[in-house]
């Protein structure tokens, strides 16, 4: 479904990333971890297509297309979907004409019929129970003043009704206490299909018990320097990152 | 300069008044401080950023009472659907009886059309002050037709006063002299929406002056909406004053015309007085708009609060001039201003000025002013979801527009200008009806 190979970015004239290759295939969780700045949230954002991420070497294929020749909205209605590690507040734009709006914009380009407001509404409600998200934030601007743990949820809000083939979640776990963890980890589990692969950047191990990945890699200076499969993260926890960089150097 | 002179002595026996010695005498020292203080310039504070030279080139003739053959039917455009108002009806300048709804007014309401309460010697006099502004001299000398408006004390006025002043396209360039006088008695309250439109490319110059007295403790939401055509001008002056208690809001909304000056002078005169001025201009192509307010806490225990904001496009301009002045005395007063504005384009620019002048040392004051353009990380956050770049653009500009428009008492004038709103920032993606999940 995708496949990374020796990717290089730069970003303000900086390298971030420097060689990376990851291969995900349909149905895969792949959790991603790492020391801070080592370039995760860089290429959740270079999959995605954000602007000012300079791709210098190296390709992106996602279901054998060239996702460099994509804008965002392409991406995203192509069926890959971000939670945002630091989900942006939108003053003014009301999440759930946000949300209805991309949705059918999603099927259009998919050449399905639209959904109108009373669909919309429907399939929400069904939606919202996943995650425990109140209903009055759906009438509520784009995340403004939302708590740290309803923006996160909010993200798997969105993705539950996008359905996307690829979701990247960023950090998704962090500043969650633990019972708005199993919540969101319930929600992601619910989207587990074997058509729908997953790429989950976290810092901690605790995630992994709620949601089990198929593969761990460590991304450091640049690159994945190691994986593994789910004891892989045990370790880390345990022992640092230190000796998985003294191992790859 | 010469234009205008010479329009005033073609007409100085037709306008209405003209056989009463007041009016005549009013009208005669007003054209003559027009002509001594000539048209403000560049050089003048007030005036730096916008240039009325070219007017002074024109020949704008003063808008004869022709009556061109306009239907009810006509009107439906320019009318809120769903809004019932009392209605008056003024194209190219004259009152049209025949198109208006003042008959029938609940008991303690006074609306009359301008030009015969001139005529009237037994009727109260206007209210003529300011008249340091050429702009406002210009209008008391022309005055052709508006609205006399009083409220009497404990008198609640339900259906809002729709004033709709029509422009059309006719041969050459011609000028339109509103005045409306409001004043309202001790705890009464009125919504007045005054709203310039235009039939086609006229090119006219809308000359208004608004006169308002707030008795005490009454309450006024006052609309100013100006969509007037693109070939035309729009010069107004709204003065505003407040007696204790007093609560008045004003929404300003700026579309339309070449160039649009706007000033607002508010006193704050007596205690518990407050006033509220939310405000939206827009400008595209080489529009020019500038919003000039003078805001005078007079008294203890008053407050202000304006909102502007402003959305400029192509090669357009605007200008915000905001001045809070807290008088010696005036202590415990609240003043906040803020203008915020988006530029669109390359070439759009803006010039902002908040200013405080403060003479009291017991107050609460902010104030702010921003451009900027659409936030980067909010776009891609909507991108990233599936939304189209166009149609978040609109959205975002739309959400930012929508935070003044939001703030109207009167629904259906604030979904009629958020639909509007929606279809100028969309240029080709279509907007299904954005408040239809709200
Ligand atoms: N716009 C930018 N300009 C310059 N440097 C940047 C920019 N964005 C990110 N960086 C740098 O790129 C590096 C990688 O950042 P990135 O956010 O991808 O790290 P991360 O692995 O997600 O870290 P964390 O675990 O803290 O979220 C960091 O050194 C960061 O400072
Ligand atoms: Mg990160």
Redo the contacts with the bound molecule.
Sequence with gaps: MLEINNLHVT??G?E?LKGLDLIVNKGEIHAIM?P????????AYVLSGKE?YEVTAGNLLFEGKDLLEFSPEERAREGIFLAF?YPVEIPGVNNAYMLKAALNAQRKHRGLEELDAMEFMALVKEKVKLVQLKDDLLQRSVNEGFSGGEKKRNEIFQMAVLEPKLAILD?TDSGLDIDALKIVAEGVNALRSPERSMIM?T?YQRLLNYIEPDFVHV?ADGRIIKSGGKDLALELEKRGYDWVREEAA | MENWLQQFAEHRERLPGAQQPQIRALREESIQRVADAGLPTLRDEDWRYTSLQPLGRREFKLSEAVSPSLEAADLEAFRFPELDTWQMVFVDGQFMPGLSKIEDLPDGVIVHDLASWLVDENREALMLRNEANVLASLNTAFMVDGAVIRTRENVIVEKPLHLIFITTAREGSFMVVPRIDLRTGANSEIRVVENFVAMGAAQSLTNTLTNIVAGENSRIEYYHLQEESKEAWHLANIFVDQKQDSRVIGHSVSLGAALARVDFHINLDAAGGENILNGLYMGKDRQHTDHHILIEHLSPHTRSEQRFKGIMDGASRGVFNGKVVVHEGAQKIEAVQSNRNLLLSDQAEVDTKPELEIYADDVKCAHGATVGQLNEDELFYLRSRGIGEEKARALLTWAFADDVISRMALDPIRQTLEKKLAGEFSRTEQFDDIRDLV
């Design positions: 970003v303000d900086k971030i790492g801070n700045g080592s370039g995760k949230s860089t290429l000012g590690q950090e950047i810092h991304l």
